[in-house]
């Protein structure tokens, strides 16, 4: 798969970003709601599939005491989210200039979503944050 170009909104920041991707995930808890303006779609990713081209404008904020938000101060769109103590982290599945191979697969924080919007799109729905599973060089026969 040749990379997929990544940009915010005035393209100050961009990426190439290289395969495979995982999936894409909707977070419809507050804070996701707050920085997107309506609920955030994401790719989780590892930051070597991460080729920066582009970041002098890239700012981080302190989310939660767990959790940097990465975002454009030039053009404000939302960027990355960061699980502190978790490898990689989840890029706007929105920046995407290239279409995205992969698909929504689910709703996540759904107890936290607006009141004004419906989900019938018949995808799973989780009440809290199910944090993608890191990636495993093998399968692994562990249940959780
Ligand atoms: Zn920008
Ligand atoms: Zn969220």
């Not at 960061?82 to 200039?97: E, I, N, W």
């Amino acid at each position: 798969m040749p990379p997929l170009r990544f940009s915010c909104e005035c393209s100050q920041v961009q990426y190439e970003i290289s395969g495979p991707l995982p999936e894409v995930l909707a977070c419809h808890c507050t804070q996701c709601r707050k920085s997107s303006g309506h609920y955030w779609a994401s790719v989780r990713v590892q930051d070597d599939q991460i080729k920066v081209i582009s970041d002098t404008t890239l700012a981080i904020y302190q989310s939660t005491d767990m959790a940097q938000r990465g975002f454009c101060t030039a053009c404000g769109s939302t960027i990355s989210w960061r699980l502190q103590g978790r490898p990689g982290l989840l890029l706007s599945a929105g920046c995407f200039d290239d279409d995205l191979p992969v698909r929504l697969t689910g709703h996540h924080f759904v107890t936290e979503k607006g009141n004004y919007y419906d989900l019938k799109d018949g995808l799973p729905q989780a009440e809290r944050f199910d944090y993608p599973a890191d990636p495993s060089p093998a399968p692994s026969t562990e249940e959780a």
